[in-house]
């Protein structure tokens, strides 16, 4: 089957001829529109029902709503646990956007630009972590850190430093994808100009070598800190009562109780990330790096 | 230009996250297999040993391998409910030339960026108690209750709405990558829609179908979240009852345990589709 394909030259849209006519209303037709907008009803409805919970007037979820007002928009703040693990996750992703840009871009351009024995092998331990469960991933890590807590006796669990780099663990595999990316679709003749031209190995870097990598490296900092604002598996494990990321707060509120403030504060995130991938969308093409 | 060795200086740039690797995950993994073969005892929590036994009990337990199959079971159904509702809906996306079209791949793009709490709640607004669905069926015939929230219904939509966009964004790349000429040829041919689906742009979009599959089961696999929120007490998968034993029972060798045979399961029939799918896909 592959080989109907091969003998034909890749088209390009503006040749294209005329795309084949949407199927007719036959019965395979109207199935197939069905399908369609079950599935986007699945993925549209909790959303829409979120945002609209979240306008109810009482405090009490029920249908229909006695009326609607942005108030509860306005109390989020009146609710400590919510600010002050937003806070938390804030400053954690902040930390480990930070901190894997430090330590993932100079290894995609270790992986690109170099040869070297074994990169084949770091370059699939790099990605590992995508792969391991969340859950065992906050598990391993928690032990590791229980056994470095009995041998030192200073307090780890919980702190911003164990959770930034258990989430640097996270974030790193992101960086280092879209880096690559970006860094095989460079062209390297611009680099090895300027080392033609007498420019030193660092100013190689520093003045051609990142400034080209830039889409990638915005993309690769959008990716890292939504992949650690969002994460809950992991984090779960790593937590101690006082501190706390806001999906955990949510989730842990939503065991018990759900109301208009909460569908608020889901909807305040929610919103921070749409604005962000929306910034992300007008320096890289979405739809290519996911 | 440098007259460093190019070994060393590609070491300083690949060292620091190669180290974060190895010791947030690999020594990690190391120590929690070490601990999946020691002894809980309830009151010195954990007694060095090397001893099978967590994972026998785990696999000679009815308990524990039906929670393993219903993980399994719900990963399935929700990976082929992926397939079907994402095949249409990327077919579409893909070959649209409207204007409309980069708008809606953003639409299907950013659910996979909002937690899934989000979903969760809104699944919980549709189907709990005094929900939308239970409050309509009350409206329309008074006494009456529609209660889903807390069944397994519940987890696979959940699971579904927080899966498909990544189904639906992997096929769409595959199909863009589909020669449109090659259906065309089809249907001038006299293939019927069905015939043409079947015969031409499946086979073709085979590979695409694994990757995509592999991707929603993995995530299915270990889902904690949806179905905490919407399984409700009763119902058991694998993440939530590993966090369990390690939270509330502290029993942490079996908790370990619970940790390899997830990753196991998982890894395996991962491998093993791949390999299935890569052969078929050679020898058509």
Known sequence: MAGIAAPMAPATPAQAPARIKASRLTAAGVFVWVLITAGVLVMAVPLVMTAYISLFRDAVVVFPPSGYSTAWYMRIGEFPRFGESLGTSLRIAALATIGSLAIGIPASLALVRYSFLGRGVLNVLLLSPLTVPGVVIGLSIYVLVVEVEIATEAPLIGSDLVLAAAHLLITTPWVVRLCVANLIGLDRSVEEAAANLGARPWSVLWRVTLPMMRQGIVAAALFAFIVSFENIEMTLFLISPGVMTLPISVLQYLEYRIDPLVAAVVMVQTLVIAGLLLLLDRYVKLSRIV | ?284
């Open chain 2, 1 to 284: 230009m440098s007259r460093r060795p190019q070994g060393l200086t590609a070491g300083l740039l690949i060292g620091p996250a190669t180290l974060v690797v190895l010791g947030a995950l690999v020594a990690p993994l190391v120590l929690l297999a070490r601990y999946s073969l020691n002894r809980y005892d309830r009151t010195n929590f954990m007694v060095e040993a090397l001893t099978p036994e967590n994972y026998l009990r785990f696999l000679y337990d009815p308990f524990y391998t039906g929670v393993l199959w219903t993980t399994l079971w719900i990963a399935l159904v929700t990976t082929t409910l992926c397939l079907v509702l994402g095949f249409p809906i990327a077919y579409r996306l893909a070959r649209s030339q409207s204007r409309w079209k980069s708008a809606g791949v953003l639409l299907v793009i950013l659910p996979l960026f909002i937690g899934s709490t989000v979903r969760a709640l809104g699944w919980m607004g549709v189907l709990g108690r005094g929900g939308l669905l239970d409050s309509a069926a009350a409206a329309m015939n008074p006494g009456s209750s529609v209660a889903l929230l807390y069944t397994p219904f519940a987890v696979v939509l959940g699971i579904l709405s927080i899966n498909l966009p990544y189904m639906v964004l992997t096929l769409q790349s595959v199909i863009e990558g589909i020669d449109a000429r090659v259906e065309e040829a089809a249907e001038s041919l006299g293939a019927e829609p069905s015939r043409r689906f079947l015969l031409v742009v499946l086979p073709l979009a085979l590979p695409g179908l694994a990757t995509g599959a592999v991707l929603v089961f993995i995530l299915a696999m270990n889902a904690y979240a949806t179905p905490l929120l919407l399984g409700g007490a009763r119902f058991q998968m694998m993440a939530p009852m590993l966090f369990r034993e390690y939270a509330v029972n502290n029993n942490w060798p079996f908790a370990a345990a619970i940790a390899f045979i997830l990753m196991v399961t998982t890894l395996t029939l991962t491998a093993a589709s791949s390999a299935f799918v890569q052969r078929r896909y050679k020898a058509a």
